[in-house]
């Protein structure tokens, strides 16, 4: 059984950070494109960054450019978020997904259908 688990949300003040981190079991990391996706309340579902297999490959929402890392550690079947600069409207809950390991172009890869297992997500809050 496939279980990611999202970890690391909370209350933050503007300008802020947080690191978001999800541990995945049931799925070998190496062999998924992994990616963060947020919902505000009353919003739909948006991407926010995702990662390659290898780790070699990332891309980010124009909304989180420069101030959003993504990273993996294969080994630990780990993957995080490291949230800087943080703003009020980025306030919501962060779901973790993993898919198939094709580092698929643009649009498909923002694209939630494109991953397969998904988290149960943290809230992060920012303040003003």
């Known amino acids: 059984q496939v279980r990611l688990v999202e970890s690391g949300g909370g209350l933050v003040h503007a300008g802020g950070s947080l690191r978001l981190s999800c541990a995945v079991s049931?799925?070998?990391?190496?062999?998924?494109?992994m990616g963060w996706f947020r919902q505000a309340p009353g919003k739909e579902r948006d991407f926010v960054a995702a990662?390659?297999?290898?780790?070699?490959?990332?891309y980010y929402a124009d909304s989180v450019k420069g101030r959003f890392t993504i990273s993996r550690d294969n080994a630990k079947n780990t993957v995080s978020l490291q949230m800087n600069i943080l703003k009020p409207e980025d306030t919501a809950v962060y779901y973790c997904?993993?898919?198939?390991?094709?580092?698929?172009?643009?649009?498909?890869?923002?694209?939630?259908?494109?991953?397969?297992?998904w988290g149960q997500g943290t809230q992060v809050t920012v303040s003003s």
């Open positions: 997904a993993a898919g198939h390991p094709r580092w698929y172009p643009l649009p498909a890869l923002a694209t939630q259908a494109r991953y397969e297992n």
């Open positions: 049931g799925r070998t990391l190496s062999s998924s494109t």
């Open positions: 990662i390659s297999s290898s780790g070699g490959n990332t």
